[in-house]
């Protein structure tokens, strides 16, 4: 008996990849855009020749550093992800992708929940494979100490220029142009500058000076009307009297790169006739007695700890604090707005949040600034479930129990309750 084999004859189907590449550049010069360029045209010529693969974008930051969270190229690459139009993300290198460990560690696993891989060609580590988070979290914190090293070394640099009185750091002031270290005069707004302290002087509100500028189209610095607050800073800065306070402000974290102001943490340099004046300093001290004379106490802050913090799980909107029956209780804005059809959202006692609060952060009782020097915010889900984010990056779930009847009682309602029995059976004798 003879068997003769017949070969398939339908094609065989190709599961094909949604594939996407980040690319990003830390600086926006003409050189490092190049490089972005050429990035972009790597990636998509690599993507486009798998035939196994399918082109889902190439997602870019440009002039961004690593170390910064706020990158827009990374968010829409991420919100693609959410919406299922990728599984497959390739880049360059760890440093490319963050130098923040925590962060990098974050993204990858939510992405690994979603069956979502990233593929790091420099390091050659696939995310989803068994040991690439070991590896990843190695190499990243070697990448996040590389990028302290590199923002010590510059701070170094700064702050050898500004002991010498240098002004190359000094930004472009309204009033002056700047330019390598080289100040000089800007005629046209150094009159603005000057009539502005003088009507300081002579007791002009501020807020009358701000309203006539604007009256006869006079713009700030960047193009926008004035405010108050522009005109404050304006006769706060010294630099208008021909000195320069230098290191008014430092970067305390090489993560978020975010300027605080200097409150004695850091030596201040005060360099005397560094360029020319517009001002006396003379007028300046002047304006100065002038503010201090009219500064206001500052109301307290009443603002709750909760207040922005709590965050609908299910239409994203904050919960907004309401005044129920004696009780404080925290509901979504956009239930209260629109409705449980818009939103059928749960909402949560003022006293559960504050205990739950208190349990997560292992403290006896709430504590207002516990809370705000640890938790980002809250995310309220139904089913009585709360994932609270703390600022450190990590995450703890708790669910809370509903009171029970005569728990949820004040003793105004206990009261109410009473005068109506006494009434009835006063009325029945």
């Not at 919406?83 to 760890?94: A, M, P, Q, R």
């Not at 603005?192 to 701000?210: C, D, H, M, N």
């Given at each position: 008996?003879?068997?003769?084999?017949?070969?398939?004859?339908?094609?065989?189907?190709?599961?094909?990849?949604?594939?996407?590449?980040?690319?990003?550049?830390?600086?926006?010069?003409?050189?490092?855009l190049?490089s972005?360029?050429?990035?972009?045209?790597?990636?998509k010529?690599?993507?486009l020749s798998?035939p196994?693969?399918?082109?889902?974008g190439?997602?870019?930051?440009?002039?961004?550093?690593?170390?910064?969270?706020?990158?827009?190229?990374?968010?829409?690459?991420?919100?693609?992800?959410?919406?299922?139009?990728?599984?497959?993300?390739i880049?360059?290198?760890?440093?490319?992708?963050?130098?923040?460990?925590?962060?990098?560690?974050?993204?990858?696993?939510?992405?690994?929940?979603?069956?979502?891989?990233?593929?790091?060609?420099?390091?050659?580590?696939?995310?989803?494979?068994?040991?690439?988070?070991?590896?990843?979290?190695?190499?990243?914190?070697?990448?996040?100490?590389e990028?302290?090293?590199a923002?010590?070394?510059?701070?170094?640099?700064?702050?050898?220029?500004?002991?010498?009185?240098?002004?190359?750091?000094?930004?472009?002031?309204?009033?002056?142009l700047?330019?390598?270290?080289?100040?000089?005069?800007?005629?046209?707004?150094?009159?603005?500058?000057?009539?502005?302290?003088?009507?300081?002087?002579?007791g002009?509100?501020?807020?009358?000076?701000?309203?006539?500028?604007?009256?006869?189209?006079?713009?700030?610095?960047?193009?926008?009307?004035?405010?108050?607050?522009?005109l404050n800073?304006?006769?706060?800065?010294?630099?208008?009297t021909?000195?320069?306070?230098?290191?008014?402000?430092y970067?305390?974290?090489?993560?978020?790169?975010?300027?605080?102001?200097?409150?004695?943490?850091l030596?201040?340099?005060?360099?005397?006739?560094?360029?020319e004046?517009?001002?006396?300093?003379?007028?300046?001290e002047?304006v100065?007695?002038v503010?201090?004379?009219?500064?206001?106490?500052?109301?307290?802050?009443?603002?709750?700890?909760?207040?922005?913090?709590?965050?609908?799980?299910?239409?994203?909107?904050?919960?907004?604090?309401?005044?129920?029956?004696?009780?404080?209780?925290?509901?979504?804005?956009?239930?209260r707005?629109?409705?449980?059809?818009?939103c059928?959202?749960k909402?949560?006692?003022?006293?559960?949040?504050?205990?739950?609060?208190?349990?997560?952060?292992?403290?006896?009782?709430?504590?207002?600034?516990?809370?705000?020097?640890?938790?980002?915010?809250?995310?309220?889900n139904?089913g009585?479930?709360?994932?609270?984010?703390?600022?450190?990056?990590?995450?703890?779930?708790?669910?809370?129990k509903d009171?029970?009847?005569?728990?949820?009682?004040t003793?105004e309602?206990?009261?109410?309750?009473g005068?109506k029995?006494k009434?009835?059976?006063?009325?029945?004798?």
């Amino acid at each position: 008996m003879k068997i003769t084999k017949i070969p398939s004859r339908r094609p065989e189907t190709i599961i094909r990849k949604k594939v996407a590449a980040y690319a990003r550049v830390s600086t926006a010069s003409d050189a490092q855009l190049h490089s972005l360029g050429a990035q972009i045209d790597y990636y998509k010529k690599q993507i486009l020749s798998r035939p196994d693969w399918e082109f889902a974008g190439v997602f870019i930051d440009d002039g961004v550093t690593g170390t910064k969270s706020k990158r827009e190229g990374l968010e829409e690459l991420l919100i693609a992800c959410n919406e299922g139009k990728i599984d497959l993300i390739i880049t360059k290198s760890i440093s490319r992708f963050a130098r923040n460990t925590v962060d990098l560690l974050n993204i990858v696993r939510d992405l690994k929940e979603a069956g979502i891989a990233v593929y790091f060609e420099r390091e050659q580590i696939n995310t989803l494979n068994a040991e690439g988070e070991l590896l990843l979290t190695l190499l990243a914190s070697f990448a996040q100490e590389e990028s302290r090293s590199a923002s010590d070394n510059m701070k170094w640099s700064i702050r050898k220029g500004y002991a010498k009185g240098s002004l190359i750091q000094v930004r472009r002031t309204y009033g002056y142009l700047v330019e390598l270290g080289v100040v000089t005069i800007v005629p046209e707004e150094a009159k603005v500058v000057k009539e502005i302290f003088e009507r300081y002087e002579s007791g002009e509100l501020p807020s009358a000076i701000a309203r006539d500028l604007n009256n006869r189209c006079i713009r700030t610095l960047k193009g926008c009307e004035w405010k108050v607050n522009t005109l404050n800073q304006i006769t706060s800065n010294v630099f208008y009297t021909g000195n320069t306070l230098l290191q008014k402000l430092y970067v305390p974290n090489h993560l978020d790169k975010k300027q605080v102001k200097n409150r004695g943490e850091l030596p201040q340099y005060f360099i005397e006739n560094s360029h020319e004046a517009i001002i006396s300093m003379e007028l300046f001290e002047t304006v100065q007695r002038v503010k201090k004379a009219r500064t206001y106490k500052k109301k307290p802050n009443t603002k709750h700890p909760f207040s922005g913090k709590v965050r609908c799980g299910l239409c994203g909107a904050n919960l907004n604090r309401r005044y129920d029956r004696g009780n404080h209780k925290w509901q979504c804005a956009t239930y209260r707005q629109s409705g449980a059809s818009a939103c059928p959202s749960k909402q949560i006692p003022e006293k559960t949040l504050e205990t739950v609060a208190a349990e997560i952060l292992r403290i006896p009782e709430f504590n207002k600034k516990a809370f705000l020097d640890q938790v980002d915010f809250i995310t309220a889900n139904n089913g009585n479930h709360l994932v609270f984010h703390f600022l450190d990056g990590h995450k703890e779930e708790v669910y809370w129990k509903d009171r029970s009847r005569s728990e949820s009682w004040t003793k105004e309602m206990r009261a109410a309750a009473g005068r109506k029995t006494k009434e009835r059976y006063g009325n029945e004798s």
